[in-house]
């Protein structure tokens, strides 16, 4: 190892050079294959079978998610120029490259079922924008008549109309929002448009996040680097930790760029994650090397270095190593950013490792170190900190039950809370309560259905089952019910036509809008409509052969709990379906988001729990004593327990940002651990009383514990003045994270290392 370490000393400009020349290389790589993920059916696991059944149901029923665009005149929309103007803003949608024609749903294209005296016809409620009061007056009323438009194209108040553009999910780009915002300006005046619907919320959340993460990171890392300033008291050493992090940074979007990984939202995160180890590695290495320079003032250059690399590198190593494996733990989970996020921020703790144990020594070989002031010489400083360690050291004891108690009382009231923490698929929920997308969603859901779908998919082995009015009947039942839930806007099924049909074709009776009594006359009702209308829109109700169906669900809230509760709903009538061997299935983008983050709670559940054995054994093998794997995890527990306590005592849901907290407590609690009981192991081996090398352990690395936390704590609190609310709520928990970390490792953890003798000879005491 000695050799090693001359390489490195001998070197140093050697060691720039190659640092350079790769990040370079991989920076290159960044720069050509970089690509940003904005699909977030891409963030699924493809084989996974809810995924699998949710893209054939897609295929059958040509499922899409829409666009959705209203129109608003305070005065009406039945007026010539509102009326013009959806007609015009439709052809506009069918011409845009991302749609196709037939996918753009107005009230210029709906059709109007209507019975005629030889039978049925379809018409369209108008072609040329009526002028006179006659035929205005005909149209409100021929909407008004049709329940299959009113309420669904046009509000009840009939002062708004909404087009729905259904795209494909590869297709929305911010360059592709921003032509449809600007066609909606070009239409306004006096009437106001407003832009909605699942896939607006989904790309500009895919692009908003990463986009304002970019924005933030440069200040945080403005603001950790005067507070190194301030910590570690030098220019120079400020500027080597944080190459660390940078450069280690570049490696890792370099290697994912190279592998052909595109960015996901949360891998915006890793130079935060990286931010915070990094600058660990850092501060521990300079402290040691203040400390080294208080009792050896005189020590050259290539003696401060290399003796900062024999007493440190080992708990820098196992620190990366044991952090390494908490990230790695994320493998485990079956969602495609985390699992990436897991295995290559792991990459990236390694990358740091390797730096810090190269740049940082290398930049001490060639730029020298700080020359310390006469007082630091006289050893003033290093009493002061001998002197604040003894006095925490003499608290810790003094008041060790109540810290306990305490400690015991926290976790208690942690346990509650992590019991009300639940899952949230919903993308609108991460922004802004008084945001422009989030109130243009709420006035669209205030006058229609809802701008969230979700599918439900009925099968049957028997051909023309839905022909069968029994079995359309219960259909019927199903969707009237989940209709009273209060979030549950509407739906649309074969039913809807079967209820028009049969309506029209009893002089517009009321009493027969029902579902028709036999299965002939349903047979020959939707023969009709296939002859006059377009029967590829009967064709994404059901399938030719009348054995599926697809009823769709519309909510006002892309909610878990609004989702579970019409899943709930629904599901009261599987038994009574299975009956008439009919099964029951979900689809669509709505059901997919609640699978997506059921399996986010399973990844992480799973993900902590294998990190924490593997760290418990890492941590006993490299110290030769499993007590001090389970002593050296009770930092980590503690943390994990309080994050997630506090999330559920905050009603802070579990999404893809605050899913990783899980791995951001074990790779910051198990460094903090390791650092302190690697320093007390080799204090106590040449100190017989293990008091005093509890108290020369915290004057070395309690010290630089702390300082540590006070930089990333601040730091990552800058967040909280993100414009992007899950980002806020990063910031805090990442400094939750670390507090409870630290003050974890600092009090309970040297209470159990002191309690249980660690590293202890039955001599000695």
Do not use: C
């Amino acid at each position: 190892m000695q050799s090693k370490f001359n390489t490195i000393l001998k070197h140093p400009y050697l060691i720039f050079l190659v640092t350079i020349m790769l990040s370079l290389a991989l920076f290159q790589q960044i720069k050509s294959k970089g690509a940003m993920e904005t699909d977030l059916d891409k963030y699924m696991p493809q084989d996974h079978p809810a995924f699998v059944y949710s893209d054939q149901a897609e295929g059958w029923f040509d499922i899409k998610d829409g666009i959705i665009i209203a129109i608003e005149n305070p005065e009406g929309i039945y007026n010539p120029g509102t009326l013009e103007k959806i007609k015009q803003l439709t052809k506009d949608l069918q011409k845009m490259d991302e749609i196709e024609k037939a996918d753009v749903t107005s009230l210029y294209t709906a059709d109007n079922i209507l019975g005629t005296d030889d039978g049925m016809d379809v018409k369209s409620f108008y072609r040329r924008v009526p002028t006179t009061t006659e035929k205005l007056n005909e149209l409100q009323q021929a909407v008004k008549s049709n329940d299959m438009v009113y309420g669904r194209l046009v509000s009840e108040n009939e002062k708004v109309s909404v087009l729905i553009a259904r795209i494909n999910d590869d297709v929305f780009t911010q360059d592709f929002y921003q032509r449809i915002l600007e066609l909606g300006q070009k239409y306004e005046g006096p009437e106001i448009i407003h832009v909605a619907g699942s896939p607006i919320i989904e790309g500009t959340m895919a692009l908003l996040g990463p986009a304002d993460m970019k924005r933030m990171v440069p200040i945080v890392i403005a603001v950790i680097f005067l507070l190194l300033l301030l910590v570690l008291k030098s220019v120079k050493n400020t500027i080597f930790t944080f190459l660390v992090v940078a450069v280690s940074s570049i490696w890792t979007f370099g290697l994912m760029a190279a592998v052909g990984i595109p960015v996901y939202a949360v891998s915006t995160m890793i130079p935060v994650m990286l931010i915070a180890i990094g600058v660990a590695d850092g501060i521990h290495l300079f402290s040691h090397l203040d400390l080294y320079l208080l009792k050896h003032p005189n020590a050259t250059r290539a003696e401060a270095s290399y003796n900062m690399l024999k007493e440190m590198w080992i708990p820098v190593v196992m620190t990366s190593v044991t952090t390494a494996i908490g990230f790695v733990s994320l493998l485990t989970s079956e969602v495609y950013p985390i699992k990436y996020f897991g295995l290559f921020t792991a990459f990236g703790v390694l990358a740091a490792m390797v730096l810090s144990l190269t740049l940082i020594p290398a930049g001490v070989m060639a730029f020298g170190f700080k020359k310390r002031k006469s007082s630091e010489l006289n050893g003033e400083v290093s009493h002061n900190s001998n002197q604040i360690s003894q006095s925490f050291t003499t608290f810790l004891f003094k008041y060790k039950l109540f810290i306990v108690a305490t400690t015991v009382a926290i976790m208690i009231i942690s346990i509650v809370g992590t019991t009300k923490v639940w899952i949230n698929s919903s993308f609108l929920d991460k922004f802004e309560p008084d945001s422009e997308i989030v109130l243009t969603d709420k006035f669209i859901n205030e006058n229609f259905g809802g701008t969230s779908t979700l599918n439900l998919i009925l099968e049957s082995n028997d051909k023309n089952a839905f022909k069968n009015p029994e079995i359309l009947e219960i259909v019927l039942d199903l969707q009237n019910d989940v209709e009273t839930l209060p979030m549950v806007g509407s739906s649309f099924s074969l039913n809807d036509y079967l209820l028009r049909m049969n309506k029209v074709m009893h002089a517009d009776s009321a009493q027969y809008e029902s579902v028709p009594g036999n299965s002939d006359l349903i047979a020959q009702y939707l023969l009709l409509y296939e002859m006059s209308g377009d029967p590829e829109k009967l064709w994404q109700v059901t399938d030719y052969e009348y054995r599926k169906l697809n009823i769709t669900f519309q909510l006002k809230s892309d909610n878990s709990k609004v989702i579970n509760e019409a899943l709930e709903k629904i599901g009261t009538k599987r038994s009574v379906l299975a009956a008439q061997g009919v099964t029951m299935n979900f689809a669509g983008s709505g059901y997919k988001g609640l699978v997506f983050t059921d399996l986010i709670l399973e990844g992480q559940i799973k993900s902590l729990f294998i990190s924490l054995v593997i760290i418990v054994l890492l941590l006993t093998l490299m110290f030769k004593d499993y007590r001090v794997g389970i002593i050296g995890s009770v930092p980590i527990i503690i943390t994990a327990l309080i994050s997630f306590g506090v999330m559920g005592l905050l009603n802070i849901p579990l999404n893809t940002t605050s899913a990783l907290l899980s791995s951001i407590s074990v790779g910051i609690g198990i460094d903090y651990a390791v650092h302190f009981i690697d320093r007390y192991r080799a204090n106590l081996a040449k100190n017989t009383d293990s008091r005093v090398a509890l108290e020369k352990t915290m004057s070395h690395s309690g010290r630089a514990i702390i300082f540590n936390a006070i930089v990333v704590i601040l730091g990552f609190m800058v967040l909280l003045a993100s414009v992007f609310p899950p980002n806020r709520q990063l910031g805090g928990l990442v400094s939750l994270n670390m507090f409870t970390s630290f003050v974890g490792t600092l009090t309970i953890m040297v209470l159990l290392l002191k309690k249980f003798k660690i590293f202890q000879n039955k001599n000695k005491e």
